[in-house]
């Protein structure tokens, strides 16, 4: 009898061990499944992400650069219209010139013909040769005439190039002024584009912006989710394994830990590579040289097209400024800056190193980057120079100065 008790507990003992093993194996696969579905949201969601990004960057971009060429545009007529100032002084001196001239002429007419008196020949300085009383007298008028008479070829040729400059001068003004105003047409017409630019640039930098909100939101319930799972597969076998051997049971309980470790660690993760880096947070920390130290003080400045200045920054605006107060020269613009230095893998990315959206000499996007797969940049419209992580709007490559 108490043999067969013995035969008995033993069959239920391992009956109850194989329907535990079995649940354990059952919820280890939903587990795995529920995991890889998860996987695959966050991937597609990164995806779409990178993509509106990337749309936002490159109509950014595309203003920026426009606005830089305006503001060319603008101070080449400046200086345009500094020229013209110029030519005016130019020319009114050259009329006073030609003024001057006629004026002494004319008073050295008048002074020989009162020396004259009456004309004989109707020439002044005939006249004033015939007057003399003597030899001596008409060497010494004729000499005076000879010299007067040079005088006033030298002086009426002096009038004739005073006109000759004044009539050059004139068309030169006349053509600086029709270049102003097709300068000034262009400008009118590439406002007018640019108008239309920045409202593309800012509803998708709008739309990239509700799509991080949006999926913020949903990797936060995509982990909530999975954290109910893992919770649930977690009582499912603590309660398989219950019913099992204290061996088994303790066998079972190790495994549920390290599985419970692994998949609140990717939950981790997964949270933490889809949200940007808070600017100012005192978890950043900023390494990588002056540059990378000199961007950082600019936090929290708003995104302006063209900025160059702590008002406000564009992408290469701000790198640009940033480099310059650490006494290094760079291009303006984000593609002549991705030609620098040499080329830099993001897997092999260190602090100080530039980072940039596109292809060399044609990049639409640039950063610097400060460790820990950290960047800061000046994003988009409506948003303001931050710490982003690469995992949340990965770059193309870097460039090492």
Known sequence: MRLRQLVTGAITVATLAGVGVSGVAATTVRAADDKSSLQAKNDDLMKQLQAASDKSAKLSNDVSNKVLAIQQAEAKIKNSQAKIDDLDGQLTKANQEVSQRKSNLKDQLISLQKRVGNSVTGNVYFDFILNSDSLTDLVGRSLTVSKLSQASTEALQAVKDSEVKVKNLKASQEAKQKELVATKAQLESDKAKIDSLKADADKAAGDAQKMIDANKDKLAELAAEEAAKTAAAQKAISDAASTTST?????????????????????????????????????????????????????????????????????????????????????RTSQAQSTLGSYVAVSDLQAGDLVFWGGVGSAYHVGIYIGNGQYIHAPAPGQSVTVQSVAYFAPSFGRRL
């Open 247 to 331: 061996s088994t049971a303790s066998s079972t309980s190790t495994s549920t830990s390290t599985a419970s470790a692994s998949n609140n660690a990717s939950s981790t993760n997964v949270t933490s590579s889809t949200a940007p880096a808070s600017a100012g947070s005192s978890t950043v920390s900023v390494s990588g040289g002056s540059i990378a130290s000199n961007a950082a003080k600019y936090l929290g400045v708003p995104y302006v097209y063209g900025g160059t200045s702590p008002s406000g920054f564009d992408c290469s605006g701000l790198i640009y400024y940033a480099a310059k107060e650490a006494g290094v020269s760079l291009p």
